[in-house]
């Protein structure tokens, strides 16, 4: 069993700055990559940003390249979105979600096992 807890998001004007946390918690000795996914209203899920359970490589859509960053705490549970230079196309649920594959950093949402519940982003113009 693999648990996703989510934190962050909230109501935010465009250009701020937002931090998503997503905790992950699983059999001892689990490993496994994380990424996020978000889908606004009416429109389909995509994907932000991937990281690998090393930490060492990321991937990111070119929407949030450059102002989005991922990165993992060193106990390596917890990984962090930090969204920079919002904009409101950014609104959206975001969903934190796991795989087993521990070195997947892809955008695949079919390759990601788990999923967390999603935390509401708001971007006001």
């Known amino acids: 069993q693999v648990n996703i807890v989510q934190s962050g998001g909230g109501l935010v004007q465009a250009g701020d700055s937002l931090r998503l946390s997503c905790t992950t918690s699983g059999p001892t000795g689990g490993a496994w990559s994380t990424a996020w996914f978000r889908r606004a209203l009416g429109k389909e899920r995509e994907f932000v940003a991937a990281i690998t359970w090393s930490g060492q490589s990321t991937h990111y859509a070119n929407s949030v390249k450059g102002r989005f960053t991922i990165a993992r705490e060193n106990t390596k549970i917890t990984v962090h979105l930090q969204m920079d230079s919002l904009k409101p196309e950014g609104a959206a649920v975001y969903h934190c979600?796991?795989?087993?594959?521990?070195?997947?950093?892809?955008?695949?949402?079919?390759?990601?096992?788990?999923w967390g519940e999603g935390t509401q982003v708001t971007v006001s113009s």
């Open positions: 979600t796991a795989t087993g594959q521990e070195a997947y950093c892809g955008a695949q949402a079919r390759e990601f096992e788990y």
